[in-house]
C-alpha cells in the first residue's frame, strides 16, 4: 500500500521557520517528481513546489526565495523548508507524487497543518 506521511506542522510565529517531510513508501518513487501543495480555509488547493527525480526544483512565485524543497532518494523522503513565514502561509500542506512521464499527481499524503500567528 502505497503511503505519503507529512509530518513538521505546527504554530509559528510570523518570521519564523518550518520543516515539513513527507515519507514515501509501499513502492519505489524512482523516477517520480514530488511536490508539495497547500489548502487555506475556504480555498482552493495551489501548487507550493515541485522537485524531479534528478533534483530540478520548482517554486511558486508566492513562496520564492523563502521556501526550499529538496530530497532524499536514498530515503523516499522529501522536505520542504520554510523560512520567512507570513500570516497567508497558514494552510493544510500537503505531499505528492507523480510519474515523470505523467502531469497527474497519482499520489497524496493526509496533510499537516501549519498555521502562523502574526
Known amino acids: 500500500q502505497v503511503q505519503l506521511v507529512e509530518s513538521g506542522g505546527g504554530l509559528v510565529q510570523a518570521g519564523g521557520s518550518l520543516r515539513l517531510s513527507c515519507a514515501a513508501s509501499g513502492r519505489t518513487f524512482r523516477g517520480y517528481a514530488m511536490g508539495w501543495f497547500r489548502q487555506a480555509p475556504g480555498k482552493e488547493r495551489e501548487f507550493v513546489a515541485e522537485?524531479?527525480?534528478?533534483?530540478?526544483?520548482v517554486h511558486a512565485d508566492s513562496v520564492k526565495g523563502r521556501f526550499t524543497i529538496s530530497r532524499d532518494n536514498a530515503k523516499n523522503t522529501v522536505y520542504l523548508q520554510m523560512n520567512s513565514l507570513k500570516p497567508e502561509d497558514t494552510a493544510v500542506y500537503y505531499c505528492t507524487a507523480r510519474p515523470s512521464d505523467s502531469a497527474k499527481y497519482n499520489y497524496w499524503g493526509q496533510g499537516t497543518q501549519v498555521t502562523v500567528s502574526s
Open positions: 522537485i524531479s527525480w534528478s533534483g530540478i526544483k
